[in-house]
C-alpha cells in the first residue's frame, strides 16, 4: 500500500465516536523537567495517527520539557529523505518512522539504534510500559534475526474480505468464502446480479496477489532475508497467476485493471462491486463513510484459504531512533509517551484510530465499539491476521530492500496475463529473467539455473 490516500482514509473514515478525553500523563525518568530546553525533530509520512497525536504535543513538553519538531511529508518523498538521512548517519532526525517495505534494509545495515537499550533499562523504561504488549505481527518486521527490536509500531495492516452486498450471498443461498474454491463457486452465483460484479480490487498486484500466490504453495523468493532468488517461474507460480487474472477479468467490474486503492473502494461503496480481499483501512469504510451506500448490506470475514493455507497480508509501520541521532534519550521519552497504552486508548476513543499494535487496546471494549462494523467484531477479524503474519513470519518477503524492483517485474506480469498479451507460464518466466537481471545490477547474489 502506498500513497497519502490510505493513511486518510484510515482514520477519517472512523469519526469520533466517543466524548473527548484529555491528555493522558508524561511520566518523566525522575523528578521535575530532565529534559528542558530540548528540542528533537522527528519525521513520518502524512497520517492521520500523528496528525492526532500533534494536539497533544504541548502536554508532553509540559511535562518533560521536550519540544517536538514534527514534519510530514507524502509516502514516498519521506521514505526517499529518510533514506538518505540514515545512509549517512545523519543527525538531523531523532525520532524516524521505519517504513516497512525498508525495514530490512534499515535494519541490516545498522542505521537504527536498538531499543531493547531502553527497554530493559528500567532507567529509561517503567514495566508497565509492557513492551511484550504490541503484537508479534506488526512487530515482527521490526526486529533483527537476533530478535532484537529497532520500532515500535503504531500502524498496522491487515488483508480481510469484504463484501458489500452480502444480501445478494445469502439470496444465492452461500456464506463468505472459507477457501479458493468457495469463492469461485461465490463469484459465479453472485456476478452481475441486481447489476453488481462479484469482485473487485486495485492494480496493486503484488499485494493483492501474494496470498493468493503462498495459499497455492508459490513465493516471492526462496528464503528471504538469506536468499533472494525469485521464484517466479515455478509452475505453483503461473497457476497463481492465471488464476487471479482470471479472477480479475472474469468477475470484476469494467475498467478494474486501472482501478486505484480509492477506485476499487468506491466501486464497493456505489454497490457496484460486491466481494474484495484488502487492508482493512480499505473496508472500513464501507460501513462508516456518509457516501456509502451499502452500510446496511456489508459483511466481513477472513482472507479465503489456499491448498497450501491461508497468508492474509499484513504490514505496520513503527517509530524508531536513527543510529545517528545525538538526543537518544529524549527521543526514546517521545516514542515510549506517543506509544504508552494510555496514549494510545486516547487517540481511539477521541478519534476512532483502527490502526493500533497494542494487544491490551485491540481488545479492549473501545477499540471494539470502533471497529463494530454493521453489527459486526471486526476487531477481532483485525487480530486474527496481525497474529498469523507473526507466527511464521510469511511476509518477509516484502521487507527486503530488493522487493519494490521484483513487485514491480509482478505488477506487469499480472496485467499481460489478465489481458491475454502472454500465457501465464511466459509471463511469470519473463518476470523472472527481468527481475533477476534488476537484482544481479544492484549487486544481489541469486542462485544460477
Given amino acids: 500500500m502506498s500513497g497519502v490516500n490510505r493513511r486518510t482514509v484510515l482514520g477519517g473514515a472512523l469519526g469520533a465516536p466517543f466524548a473527548t478525553l484529555a491528555a493522558p500523563a508524561v511520566h518523566a525518568q525522575s523528578g521535575g523537567k530532565p529534559y528542558n530546553g530540548v528540542t528533537i525533530n522527528a519525521s513520518c509520512f502524512q497520517t492521520t495517527y500523528f496528525e492526532y497525536l500533534k494536539n497533544y504535543f504541548p502536554q508532553f513538553e509540559e511535562k518533560t520539557g521536550i519540544k517536538v519538531n514534527f514534519t510530514m511529508q507524502a509516502f514516498p518523498v519521506y ?13 538531523a532526525l531523532d525520532v524516524c518512522n521505519v517504513t516497512f517495505i525498508y525495514s530490512g534494509r534499515w535494519i541490516g545495515a545498522g542505521w537504527l539504534t536498538n531499543l531493547d537499550t531502553f ?8 514495566a508497565d510500559w509492557a513492551a511484550e504488549d504490541f503484537v508479534g505481527g506488526p512487530q515482527s518486521a521490526m526486529q533483527n534475526p537476533k530478535g532484537e527490536t529497532f520500532g515500535y509500531a503504531w500502524l498496522a495492516g491487515a488483508m480481510i474480505l469484504g463484501a458489500s452486498r452480502y444480501d445478494l450471498i445469502e439470496r444465492a443461498g452461500l456464506g463468505m468464502p472459507k477457501t479458493f474454491d468457495d469463492l469461485i463457486k461465490l463469484c459465479d452465483a453472485i456476478h452481475n446480479k441486481d447489476g453488481v460484479a462479484a469482485f473487485t480490487a486495485d492494480k496493486l498486484h503484488h499485494w493483492n496477489w501474494m496470498p493468493y500466490l503462498m495459499g497455492m504453495g508459490g513465493a516471492v523468493f526462496k528464503a528471504p532475508p538469506e536468499n533472494l532468488t525469485p521464484t517466479l517461474n515455478t509452475p505453483q507460480a503461473a497457476k497463481a497467476a492465471e488464476w487471479y487474472a482470471n479472477l480479475l477479468m472474469k468477475y470484476g467490474p469494467d475498467g478494474i485493471l486501472s482501478y486505484s486503492d480509492d477506485q ?30 451499502v452500510q446496511k448490506t456489508v459483511r466481513y470475514g477472513l482472507m479465503p484459504a489456499g491448498p497450501d493455507g491461508n497468508f492474509p497480508g499484513s504490514n505496520s509501520h513503527a517509530l524508531g531512533i536513527p543510529a545517528g541521532a545525538k538526543k537518544k534519550e529524549a527521543a526514546w521519552e517521545f516514542i515510549k509517551w506517543a506509544l504508552a497504552k494510555d496514549t494510545i486508548a486516547m487517540v481511539v476513543k477521541n478519534h476512532g484510530y483502527p490502526g493500533v499494535c ?18 459486526q467484531d471486526v476487531a477481532a477479524l483485525y487480530l486474527e491476521v496481525l497474529q498469523l503474519g507473526g ?22 506480469a499480472i496485467e499481460r496475463i489478465a489481458t491475454k498479451q502472454q500465457g501465464a507460464a511466459d509471463a511469470m518466466k519473463q518476470a523472472q529473467g527481468e527481475a533477476i537481471q534488476d537484482l544481479q545490477k544492484a549487486g544481489i547474489k541469486v542462485d544460477q539455473g
Avoid: C, H
Fill in 358 to 375: 497494542r494487544l491490551s487496546i485491540i481488545q479492549s471494549p473501545e477499540f471494539k465499539q470502533v471497529l463494530t462494523l454493521n453489527g
Fill in 79 to 91: 521514505n526517499q529523505r529518510t533514506d538518505l538521512e540514515l545512509s549517512t548517519r545523519g543527525s
Fill in 119 to 126: 527497554t530493559k533499562d528500567r532507567k529509561y523504561t517503567p
Fill in 264 to 293: 476499487a473502494m468506491r466501486s464497493q461503496m456505489s454497490g457496484r462491486a460486491n466481494i474484495r480481499t484488502q487492508d482493512t483501512a480499505w473496508q472500513v469504510p464501507l460501513a462508516k463513510d456518509p457516501e456509502s451506500t
Fill in 391 to 412: 507466527k511464521t513470519g510469511y511476509m518477509k518477503y516484502r521487507t527486503v530492500p530488493v522487493f519494490p524492483q521484483v513487485g514491480d517485474k509482478i505488477n506487469k
